[in-house]
């Protein structure tokens, strides 16, 4: 793949995949400074940053699956970067359909998978409400006009020093965040797999199908395929 085809593949996997890999690549970055690879002051602002992005993107995955799950519209995830109103979105659901689970043998496994990012949305919204603090070293105030230039007038310096810094609770909040992700990621995943096999839908978004936007082509498609597919009560 080039690095344009790489760049252009943001539809290549779910969102809940992503976020696993935003997670391991905060959990490297924690591990690499606390080994003594690399200073801490470098490595700890993206980590952190990587590992509330990856919360956030695995707040959202969880959106589109309630959202398909109820068949109702306003799961769906909006833009934003509100880590605790992401959450907020699917927070007592995400809970509800895991508790509801019973024949499910991992159940208690998932729902403590749950509590972590539960609690680890928690820390992170109280240390970074906006979801600014880990993306510039400094704040920056500007004033000027609407259509005029801006103008710096204004430097807050965020940086904290490095050695004032546990990484050793971070690392074991990320490494637990990861296997989070990757549990309730999959879980989902197959919980969708059953519905859309159990309702008949195509192979589209789940976005998509709640709302009923399925590209034609991909609908006459599917369509086409399973008046060709035998009967499920057929030999």
Known sequence: MTNVELAANRLGETLGTYATGYLDAARVLFQHAADGEGLVDLYFYPAAHALRHGVELLAKHFSDHIAYELREPKYLYVQGHSLEEAWAR????????????????????????????????????????????????????????????????????????????PLEPWIAETTAAVTASQYLGAYF?????????????????????????VPPKLQEAWEKHRASRPRRDEP
């Open 189 to 213: 995943e197959e919980r969708a797999a059953f519905l859309q096999d159990h309702r008949h839908d195509p192979p589209a978004r789940l976005g998509d199908l709640v709302l009923d936007q």
């Open 90 to 165: 699917v927070r007592v659901e995400v809970r509800e359909i895991v508790h509801g689970d019973y024949s499910n043998s991992e159940r208690n496994d998932l729902l403590r998978h749950v509590d972590t990012i539960d609690a680890l949305v928690t820390k992170l919204h109280a240390l970074d409400p906006t979801g600014m603090l880990f993306r510039y070293p400094e704040a920056v105030s500007q004033a000027g006009s609407k259509n005029g230039p801006k103008i710096r007038t204004k430097r807050v310096d965020t940086h904290v020093p490095g050695d004032s810094v």
